[in-house]
C-alpha cells in the first residue's frame, strides 16, 4: 500500500509541475493528495478512485495549459435548478444584447433515472444538481458556434450551496458529484472556454426551479412497441419525431420544446418547412389540446407521415380531417396507451377511449 501511495503521489506531483499557476490541477490534485492520507476511511477515495481521477486530468492536461483564469470575459450565463423529473436552465441576458440560446434549456431524466429517484438514496441534490449542471454545459457547449466561446467563461449559477462548495473546491461528497464537476469543466475546455460556478439564494432562482419541473410534452404515452405495430401495419417508418423529449422520444432526430441534451430542433410549429424538406415520414403525436392546431400546421407546410389523434367525434376539429391526405389509418386502443410518466398526480385527461393514427402524404 506504501508503494501504491508513493506512485499517487508522484502522479500528483507531476501534474503540479506541469502546469503552475493553473487552477483546475491543483484542486484536483490537492485535495485528492490529502485525502488518501486517510486512506480506508469511511466515505474517503480510495487508491483507484485517486488514480482514476489523475489520469482524467493527466489526458486532457493540454486543453488546460494554455488557458487564462484570470477573470476572462464572459460569454454567457446561465441559472440552473434540477428537480425530481430533471433539471432546467435559462440564459440571464445582458440589457442590450442578443440571446446566444434559442430559448431555456430542459432536460428530463431517463428511465433509469426515474427509477433511481424513486428507490435510490444516492441520487440525492446534490447529485442531480452537478448532472443538471455537467448537461447545461455540453448543451451549451454545442449549440453556440465555438468563435463565440473561444478564450471567454460560461458562468453557471446554481442555488445548490453544497454544488457551489464542491464543484470550487473539488471536495468529493460522492463519486458521481466529482465525475459530472469535472464533465462541465471538460465540455468547457472542448471549445477553449472556461467555467465559472456561482451561486444564489433559492428565490433568486425561480424561473429555472419552474424549467426543471415542466413535465411531459404530452399528455398520453404511446410505447414504442405499440408505435413499431402501428409502423408495420401502415407499412411506414418515420424519421423525426415531431412533438417529444429526450425520454419518449420514437425516432432518433426529433423537435423538443425546450432545448435539451440531443433534439436537433426546437419547437416544430415554428420549423415546419425545414421539416418537410428534411423529413419525408413524421411521427406527428401532439398534446391533445394542441390537436387542431397541429393539423393546421400539417397542412399550411404540407408535412408528411403519421399524425395521432383522439377518436373525438364531436369535436370541432373533426370534420377537417376531411382535408388531409389519408391514405390508411390504424386504430390504438386505450389499453396500449398510458399516462405522460411525469403529469402531476392531480392532472385529469379527457376520457380518450382510443386513438388514430393516420397515414399522411403530400
Not at 486517510?38 to 493527466?58: C, Q, R, V, Y
Not at 451549451?140 to 478564450?151: E, Q
Not at 383522439?310 to 380531417?321: C, D, G, H, M, N
Not at 385529469?348 to 403530400?362: F, G, H, T
Request: hydrophobic share 40%.
Amino acid at each position: 500500500m506504501v508503494r501504491r501511495s508513493v506512485a499517487t503521489q508522484k502522479i500528483a506531483g507531476r501534474l503540479l509541475a506541469m502546469a503552475p499557476g493553473m487552477r483546475l490541477a491543483p484542486l484536483f490534485a490537492r485535495t485528492y493528495y490529502n485525502l488518501v492520507q486517510d486512506e480506508g476511511k469511511p466515505g474517503k477515495p480510495d487508491i483507484e478512485e485517486f488514480i482514476t481521477a489523475m489520469s482524467w486530468l493527466e489526458e486532457n492536461i493540454e486543453r488546460f495549459r494554455s488557458r487564462s483564469f484570470d477573470s476572462p470575459e464572459t460569454a454567457i450565463t446561465l441559472m440552473g435548478d434540477a428537480s425530481e423529473i430533471g433539471g432546467g436552465a435559462h440564459e440571464l441576458v445582458p440589457p442590450g444584447k442578443e440571446p446566444k440560446l434559442d430559448g431555456p434549456i430542459v432536460i428530463s431524466f431517463d428511465e433509469e433515472q426515474m427509477k433511481r429517484m424513486k428507490s435510490d438514496k444516492t441520487f440525492h441534490s446534490e447529485l442531480r444538481e452537478a448532472w443538471c449542471m455537467s448537461q447545461t454545459v455540453e448543451i451549451v457547449c454545442k449549440k453556440i458556434p465555438a468563435k463565440l466561446l473561444d478564450g471567454k467563461s460560461i458562468t453557471y449559477i446554481t442555488d445548490a450551496q453544497s454544488l457551489f462548495h464542491d464543484a470550487n473546491s473539488m471536495s468529493p461528497h460522492g463519486r458521481e458529484v466529482l465525475e459530472h464537476v469535472r464533465k462541465a469543466h471538460l465540455a468547457a475546455a472542448t471549445v477553449n472556454c472556461t467555467l465559472n460556478i456561482q451561486w444564489r439564494p433559492r428565490d433568486q432562482n425561480e424561473e429555472a426551479d419552474f424549467l426543471s419541473k415542466v413535465t411531459d410534452t404530452g399528455d398520453l404515452h404511446i410505447p414504442l412497441s405499440e408505435a413499431e405495430r402501428v409502423w408495420s401495419e401502415l407499412n411506414l417508418r418515420p424519421t423525426f419525431d415531431c412533438f417529444a423529449a429526450a425520454h419518449n422520444k420514437k425516432c432518433e432526430s426529433y423537435a423538443a420544446r425546450y432545448l435539451d441534451s440531443s433534439s436537433a430542433i426546437v419547437d416544430a410549429l415554428a420549423h415546419g418547412k425545414y421539416i418537410a424538406e428534411q423529413h419525408k415520414c413524421c411521427w406527428i403525436f401532439p398534446p391533445l389540446h394542441m390537436t387542431e392546431h397541429a393539423m393546421e400546421w400539417i397542412t399550411r407546410n404540407k408535412i408528411s407521415g403519421i399524425f395521432i389523434y383522439p377518436a373525438a367525434f364531436k369535436a370541432s376539429w373533426w370534420p377537417k380531417l376531411r382535408t388531409l391526405p389519408v391514405s390508411d389509418t390504424a386504430v390504438i386502443s386505450a389499453e396500449r396507451v398510458t399516462r405522460g410518466p411525469r403529469l402531476p398526480k392531480g392532472y385529469s385527461l379527457p376520457n380518450v377511449k382510443e386513438l388514430y393514427a393516420s397515414a399522411i402524404q403530400w
